[in-house]
């Protein structure tokens, strides 16, 4: 018998968007946050059921996912959350590094004032974000990055480090038990500042100061969930 939700998921909306690409965001977000811990079966007929969808879809979003890394079609046995991989958070960490480093480069050799302006919005929002939802805040946290991206021009290597960063994610939400928003939320105002200043060294050391705090974190993270991970 499958392991049912933490909480009861609600059906999909009627919408035109594809009902499997709906299913495969709802089900990657309950997998990020541990609603759907590692090892939990997944039956294609409950989750049907409890979308409201029929069977097609849940088997579209099954696939997808599967190739996301976060889940592993197992002839004959079932389909489960994977554990988190130690290769695929180290890879994504790298590859983000390097692109990220790049974009806040560009960013600072001509600050665009309308950007910061963006920037330091979100930095208030996310200081108001502190002692709420996990959820919440990593939802602030991405939309900052993505802006940070889309405002380089460079919209299409942020989805390249989305693709990626599955697992890399889920160790984020895992993070959020343990260490104070307030330390990314500083980190996120030094590299403000750097573009602001128009200095590209010094926004390119607090992405990379950022973006590597992971390494730090992990074995805390590792040694208090080792179920979680392979």
């Known amino acids: 018998m ?4 933490r909480t ?21 977000a309950a997998i990020m946050d ?14 049907a059921q409890q979308y409201g969808v029929s069977r097609q879809p849940v088997r579209e979003a099954f696939i997808a996912l599967a190739g996301q890394g976060l889940l592993d079609v197992r002839a004959q046995r079932g389909t489960f959350v994977t554990r988190i991989s130690l290769a695929a958070v180290m890879d994504a960490r ?8 790049d974009i806040v480069k560009l960013l600072a050799v001509d600050p665009d004032p309308a950007l910061i302006a963006d920037l330091d919005a979100q930095l208030t929002r996310q200081m108001n974000l502190i002692g709420g939802s996990a959820r919440d805040f990593m939802d602030a946290d ?17 989805r390249v480090v989305v693709e990626m960063k599955a697992q890399m994610d889920r160790v984020r939400f895992l993070s959020s038990r343990h260490f104070p928003v307030d330390r990314l939320i500083d980190q996120h105002r030094a590299l403000v500042a750097g573009i602001r200043a128009g200095d590209a060294p010094r926004a390119e050391g607090a992405i990379r100061t950022h973006l590597r705090g992971i390494l730090d974190d992990l074995p805390v993270i590792r040694a208090d969930c080792p179920d979680y991970f392979t």
């Open 34 to 47: 541990n609603s759907l811990p590692p090892d939990t079966r997944l039956s294609e007929v409950e989750t």
């Open 142 to 158: 991405e939309l900052f990055h993505r802006t940070l991206a889309e405002g380089a021009g460079k919209a299409s290597a942020w």
């Open 8 to 28: 009861r998921p609600e059906p999909l909306p009627q919408t035109r968007v594809n009902a499997a690409s709906q299913l495969a965001d709802r089900l990657r």
């Open 2 to 5: 499958a392991t049912p939700f």
């Open 94 to 101: 790298f590859v983000r590094e390097a692109i990220e480093a």
